[in-house]
């Protein structure tokens, strides 16, 4: 069986806001620790029957790159669903909310 490990390293302020993210894997080809400004975190514990969740982001993370991170989160959590389930239908209306978030939070398509 093979294992892989990614480590994440949160540098904090004398706030405790997160100045700095930091991520890296074994199973990445880089194999340096890469700056991100933001993360979403989720874990099922199948005991307590509910999720565990950390969400971080950086303080100097701008509004716009936010907006743009939840949308991009919100499809692919659309796609990771269909993979789990198979359940199209509620996945086109996930899709569909994503495009009224776009519009309402005016995130250009890139």
């Known amino acids: 069986m093979k294992t892989a490990e990614i480590k994440l390293t949160i540098q904090l302020d004398d ?3 997160p100045e700095n993210i930091l991520w890296e894997s074994t ?3 880089n194999k ?3 700056p991100v400004q933001a993360m979403m975190l989720s874990l099922w514990d199948k005991s307590y029957q509910n999720t565990l969740k950390i ?3 950086t303080k100097d993370m701008p509004v716009d790159e936010m ?3 939840f949308y991009e989160t919100l499809q692919t959590m659309g796609d990771t ?3 789990a389930t198979g359940e199209k239908n509620i996945v086109e209306d996930l899709r ?3 495009a ?3 519009d309402k939070m005016e995130i250009k398509k890139q």
């Open 55 to 57: 969400d971080l982001w």
């Open 15 to 17: 706030n405790n806001i």
């Open 100 to 102: 009224h978030f776009a």
């Open 27 to 29: 199973d990445s080809k």
């Open 32 to 34: 340096e620790a890469l």
């Open 81 to 83: 669903f269909l993979r």
């Open 67 to 69: 907006k743009r991170f």
């Open 96 to 98: 569909d909310y994503c």
